[in-house]
C-alpha cells in the first residue's frame, strides 16, 4: 500500500482511525438494509462537510466499523460527535415510525461509547523500534 501523507502549510501528516459504534441496547437494526444504505449514506456526506475521509466502513447487525483519514485540526472527539448526532438526527427524520417501536423513551440510535484506536502504515512495534534507534 501506497503511503498517502498529507501536507499542511508547516506539517506533513497521516492520521487514520479506526471507530466502532454500537447501535443502543445492541438492537440488530442495521440488519435492516434500509437503515444500513442509509447510516452508510449519512456518514460519507458528513464526512465530506466535515474535512475528514472515510477510508472503509462496513456495518454488522448492531454495528458499525469506520477507518478514518483525518486532519490533525480534528479530534477523534469530534469526529465521533458529528458522526453520532448528526447520524442519529437524519435517521430519525426519515425512520421516525420504525424507530420510536424500538426506542419509545427517546430519540436515540446509538450507544454512548465507542471504541477508537489510531493506526497508520506502520506497526507500534515497528515505530517503537525506529524511536529506540535514533541517537
Known sequence: MEKKYHHGSHSKYLLKYHFVFCVKYRKK???TKAIDDEIKR?????????GFTIDVLETDKDHIHVLVDAPPTLSAFDIVNRLKSQSTFHIWKKFDTFLSRHFW??????????FVCTTGDASTDTIRQYIEEQG
Open 42 to 50: 449519512l456518514f460519507y456526506e458528513i464526512a465530506e462537510k466535515s
Open 29 to 31: 437494526l442495521l440488519w
Open 105 to 114: 423513551k427517546e430519540k436515540t440510535f446509538w450507544s454512548d461509547g465507542y
